[in-house]
């Protein structure tokens, strides 16, 4: 028997992972059919939670953007004429629970209502300008908000404070819960994959049990037996990886163009965050991941059944 | 090199298959396992080859007692010990070339030293100019020539051979068993599992007789 040294052996640990991987993408593309419907169900399996957990991305930057702008609106009696309701906007300015209050009068709000509500042909027909000065006040912590209104509320120079924090949670709400969902879908659609995978990598070790047989009584060790498949599984993964980051930029790009358009009409300047490279580098590492899991159990549960070793 | 010290095994659901085995075979012996099927030969061969293990008593092969060898290291013994099967056990989806050579692959050799020794193991067998050859286009003899070529080509100190001739005629038995000489020979111990009487007796060579799982003529 040969002494092996390290060296010796850390190549040929080396070489046999060559081989092994240049066998199995030989063997994943002799079926093109097969390998390509295999990748497909996995791309989709991905790329389904994937496109929802960004589509969630881009709620909570839309939410985020609101929120940071999270202002009392502070609607002044009639009664109160625009001096004093700058007067009031200064002497807000002052507290130290508020970061500023702007003084916004009823024609500047008139005139920021008519360019962007787009209903100028509307407004101009009025006779009388029928808004009332206004404060914008943003309190310097947010979670002070709705005292700070009740407090602002109370001025006899104050007709109405909105604080419209209702919706906001709301939407805080319905993303943590979108976020919930997405992890859900995510995990079932995983186990999904393993399971594809798994079974994938199971009938090519049925359809190779004489070979693995005839490996291990000639001396192979049970990692050399598990290798051709373990890269089977990372191939079969890395596949639909690619798939996956593929079709999630082919929905973000057809959605593109129609979010836009619908953030245009809206007057905002909003743009869809797709996939990036390194979350598409990601997802295609993720996929691979999968598949060496999936193939890892398979082949594990199958060396077993073989003679004792 | 090969010693069995009391060794018996018994199967689930009863059956004895060796009952109270003991005997020695010599680093440069070729030996000859007989008896009826189901004597207890395969098993004896299995013992040797770590896919079973026995029920009582020692075997120790190279000095090494396999009871102590661990499921880590029975790979590392099982390339100290060639096999050859009576159904050869070729891969159909390989080459010749490759079939031979997958020993050496899971040993770990290199490109050139691979080569190297499969064709120094085809020669010997006498099928260098097949080695391109897929197994299916070879005949019963040739096809068991490549397997014992699989079997020696990592140099194994000692090898198996499970009714090796079982199927061939007995010109090509005949042949076989000369090549299985000529590796004990060069220092190889060699165990063969036949009840080809007829033609082991010609060779003259130590003969073990398993009777129901018992060695016959063994003293008590």
Redesign the interface.
Known sequence: MQRTRVSHRLNAWVRHHRLSAADSLRRVLERPTASLLTWLVVGIALALPVSLALSMDNLRALGGRVDSQAQLSVFLRPAVDAVAGQALAEELGQRADIATATFRSREEALEEFRARSGFSDVLGGLEDNPLPHLLLVVPRDPAQAAALAAEIGALATVDEVILDLAWLERLRRLTELGARLVLVAALLLAAGVLLVLGNTIRLAVEGRREEIEVTRLVGASDAFVRRPFLYSGLWYGIGGGVVAALLVAAVFAALRGPVAQLAAAYGADWRLAGLGLIDAFGLVLAGGALGLIAAWLAVGRHLRLDPRG | MITFERVSKRFEGGHDALRDVSFEIGADELVFLTGHSGAGKTTLLRLV?L???PTRGRVLVNGRDLSRVA??G???????VG?VFQNH?L?F?RSVFDNVA??L??????HREVGKRVRAALDKVGLLRHERAMPLTLSGGEQQRVGIA?AVV?R??VLLADEPTGNLDPALSAEIMTLFEDFSRVGVTVLIASHDLALISRLRHRIITLREGRLMGAPA
């Open positions: 080859m896919l079973e293990q499921r880590r029975i790979p590392a013994h099982r390339r100290e096999v056990r891969l989806d997958l020993p692959y899971i040993a770990g050799y290199d699989r990592g194994p100190p």
